[in-house]
């Protein structure tokens, strides 16, 4: 029998490493993971008999056996089987799976025990346990049986076999127990039962072991007990996403999302979904407690798992949910789709939409339920997610806007906390015809703009908008129960009653002229100038006309976009700017092209904005200081 010895790749060394040192106390998940792999192989084998009719289904079942002479447990699967290459490759070599990821989050974290638990580590996780490992395999409809051996430090060997089997069988060669760890606890039959149950109760395949049951004693022979053992199913198989959310336990429920969505968190929300009907399916969804790895820019990751009658079928399913709701983890698992649908198929299919649609529903409702019930857990979740929601909110022309709207946390002027719309209006005072926003990065700049003190008098709240999409959400939205939204530096904001209005529409008649000037100097840079209605303190301020403001305009120059905001220059008429300007287009024209320069420079700084001329600006700052 010829045999090759290789070596680890350096990264699954490194695993090696870890898992054989560990110090990690719940040494037992190797077995939750090695049953999940023969699950997961039965399920591959399962799936390619639908298509390829060479593929024999025979009874599934995966077989623990604990052998206390030789110290050996071992896992067998009559699954698909690996041959050579795929022993070298997914044995030998870290590939996509939950290990990798494991080792990625790690990163330079020195406290591994912590995590290894909550992680799916994998195949290695046996070596936590055992000091010599085999695997034989037989790949289905190949005629050859390979042996990988491994004694978990650099190399493994891999040889052929002249063993019958279907599958693959694991042997673990378990560690002498020590002072701490008694591995010898393994082979322990109800220490095994117990462990099966714990993790691996929901496995739709039999997982049987050998258990010993007593036999009837003849009366008056009481002491002489008698024993047999039988081969035993051990867990319920009913998938957790079919019980009741009342029938699983909170440990189960983490346990089966860390270890299927390999995260090593509990996740936040998990949402039990079953519906009967035209269409029959069961929902289990998660919002993980962080977004996951790489969640932002790779929203391939995205979708969710499908499953028809229990049956794996498709990882990431774009088609079961929206796009906005990447960020959700979960499965659907419906009776009523054909068992080889492809994802092409999936796209058309009426039922999946209904289907999608639903999920996407009553995700909704359990955000609605959090924000009402935990308003803390809620703000954490719109923390790491909100983007997502106001995404959601802003794409397709504001369509969502209904389902979406009272899910929108903000912060406000008035408030130290994030607020809802449905709070904002409730708190209007009379008189209020809008919804009052302003965009800035933080809430002094927006307490400091001079437009905030006439709203401040009014005591009208305002939205205080610092993220990027929340200008384009509220535009799209356009009102929020009939209210309209407004931005308190864009258009016209009609605070003034009429006495107020008459009288600066005198002033501006008997001063059209200084304006004129005014407006002729700065024409390449605003489009109007004119007197504010916005100010009461304040000299000077910019607003925008029309649909984009300076905020948007930010945003979107840092996307290269074209799109500007058509900027007005605003004057206060009852600052004392206003009569010097005056005096000056009366007696010294040639000056009125400097103070205009300079007061537009003033409002560009205030709105954050760079000064036309920086170091004009400068130098005259400094000629004033000297005067
Ligand atoms: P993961 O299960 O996350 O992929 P593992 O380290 O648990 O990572 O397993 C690595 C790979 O080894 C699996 O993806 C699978 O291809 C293969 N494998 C492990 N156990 C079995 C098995 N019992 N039968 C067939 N293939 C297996
Ligand atoms: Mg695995």
């Known amino acids: 029998m010829s045999s090759e010895t290789k070596e680890f790749k350096t990264e699954t060394k490194k695993l090696l490493d870890m898992m054989i040192h560990s110090i990690y106390t719940h040494k037992e998940i190797f077995l939750r993971e090695l049953i999940s792999n023969a699950s997961d192989a039965i399920d591959k084998r399962k799936f390619l008999s639908l298509t390829d009719q060479s593929i024999i289904n025979p009874d599934y079942q995966i077989l623990v056996e604990a052998d206390k002479t030789n110290r050996t447990l071992t896992i067998s699967d009559n699954g698909i089987g690996m041959n050579k290459e795929e022993l070298e490759n997914n044995l030998g070599t870290i590939a996509k799976s939950g290990s990798k990821e494991f080792?990625?989050?790690?990163?330079?974290?020195?406290?591994?025990?912590?995590?290894?638990?909550?992680?799916?580590?994998?195949?290695?996780?046996?070596?936590?346990?055992?000091?010599k490992v085999e695997v034989l395999s037989h790949k289905v409809n190949t005629n050859e049986t390979y042996l990988f051996s491994s004694e978990g430090l650099d190399s493994y060997t891999i040889s052929s076999s002249d063993e019958l089997i279907d599958g693959t069988k694991i042997v673990l060669y378990l560690r002498e127990d020590t002072e701490d760890e008694k591995y010898s606890e393994f082979l322990d039959e109800y220490q095994i039962k117990d462990l099966i149950r714990k993790y691996s109760d929901y496995i739709r395949y039999p997982i049987k072991t050998w258990v010993t049951k007593y036999d009837k004693v003849e009366e008056g022979k009481e002491d002489k007990e008698s024993t047999h053992l039988e081969l035993e199913t051990i867990n319920s198989m009913i998938p957790l996403w079919k019980k009741n959310r009342k029938d699983v336990t909170d440990e189960e429920l983490n346990n089966f999302y860390k270890q299927k969505f390999v995260d090593y968190q509990d996740p936040l929300s998990a949402i039990f979904v079953s519906v009967e009907g035209l269409i029959t399916y069961n929902a289990l969804l998660f919002i993980p407690?962080?977004?996951?790895?790489?969640?932002?820019?790779?929203?391939?990751?995205?979708?969710?798992?499908?499953?028809?009658?229990?049956?794996?079928?498709?990882?990431?399913?774009?088609?079961?949910?929206?796009?906005?709701?990447?960020?959700?983890?979960?499965?659907?698992?419906?009776?009523?789709?054909?068992?080889?649908?492809?994802?092409?198929?999936?796209?058309?299919?009426?039922?999946?939409?209904?289907?999608?649609?639903?999920?996407?529903?009553?995700?909704?409702?359990?955000?609605?339920?959090?924000?009402?019930?935990?308003?803390?857990?809620?703000?954490?979740?719109?923390?790491?997610?909100?983007?997502?929601?106001?995404?959601?909110?802003?794409?397709?022309?504001?369509?969502?806007?209904?389902?979406?709207?009272?899910?929108?946390?903000?912060?406000?002027?008035n408030?130290?906390?994030?607020?809802?719309?449905?709070?904002?209006?409730?708190?209007?005072?009379?008189?209020?015809?809008n919804i009052y926003y302003v965009a800035l990065k933080t809430k002094e700049q927006a307490l400091n703009l001079p437009q905030m003190t006439l709203l401040k008098n009014k005591g009208y709240d305002v939205l205080l908008l610092n993220d990027d999409v929340d200008e384009f959400m509220l535009q799209v939205m356009h009102d929020y129960d009939k209210v309209e939204f407004k931005s308190i530096t864009q258009g016209e904001l009609d605070l003034l009653d009429e006495e107020e209005n008459k009288k600066l529409d005198e002033v501006k008649e008997n001063n059209k002229d200084l304006l004129e000037a005014l407006k002729e100097t700065l024409k390449d840079d605003v489009s109007d100038v004119i007197l504010s209605k916005r100010l009461v303190d304040g000299a000077v301020c910019l607003s925008a006309k029309g649909g984009i403001s300076i905020e948007m305009e930010k945003v979107l120059a840092a996307q290269d976009g074209m799109a500007k905001a058509e900027k007005i220059l605003e004057i206060n008429p009852n600052h004392k700017i206003f009569t010097k300007l005056q005096e000056i287009y009366q007696n010294d024209k040639d000056k009125l092209a400097d103070y205009a320069k300079f007061l537009l420079d003033d409002a560009l700084i205030i709105e954050g904005l760079q000064p036309k001329d920086p170091v004009n600006f400068a130098n005259k700052a400094i000629e004033l200081l000297l005067k």
Not at 310 to 339: E, M, N, Q, R, T
Not at 416 to 422: E, G, N
């Open 289 to 413: 407690r962080k977004p996951m790895f790489n969640v932002y820019n790779d929203r391939d990751e995205r979708g969710l798992q499908l499953y028809t009658k229990g049956v794996f079928i498709l990882d990431k399913c774009k088609d079961l949910i929206p796009d906005y709701l990447y960020f959700v983890k979960g499965l659907v698992d419906s009776a009523d789709l054909p068992l080889n649908i492809s994802r092409e198929l999936l796209q058309e299919d009426r039922q999946i939409k209904k289907i999608a649609s639903n999920v996407e529903k009553k995700i909704l409702q359990e955000l609605a339920k959090m924000l009402k019930n935990d308003r803390n857990k809620y703000e954490e979740f719109f923390k790491d997610y909100g983007r997502a929601l106001k995404y959601g909110l802003y794409e397709n022309y504001g369509a969502r806007k209904e389902s979406l709207q009272d899910l929108i946390i903000l912060h406000s002027l």
């Open 415 to 433: 408030e130290d906390k994030f607020i809802t719309l449905k709070e904002y209006k409730e708190k209007m005072p009379e008189g209020q015809k």
């Open 103 to 131: 080792l990625e989050q790690l990163g330079d974290k020195a406290n591994t025990s912590d995590i290894i638990g909550q992680f799916g580590v994998g195949f290695y996780s046996a070596f936590m346990v055992a000091s």
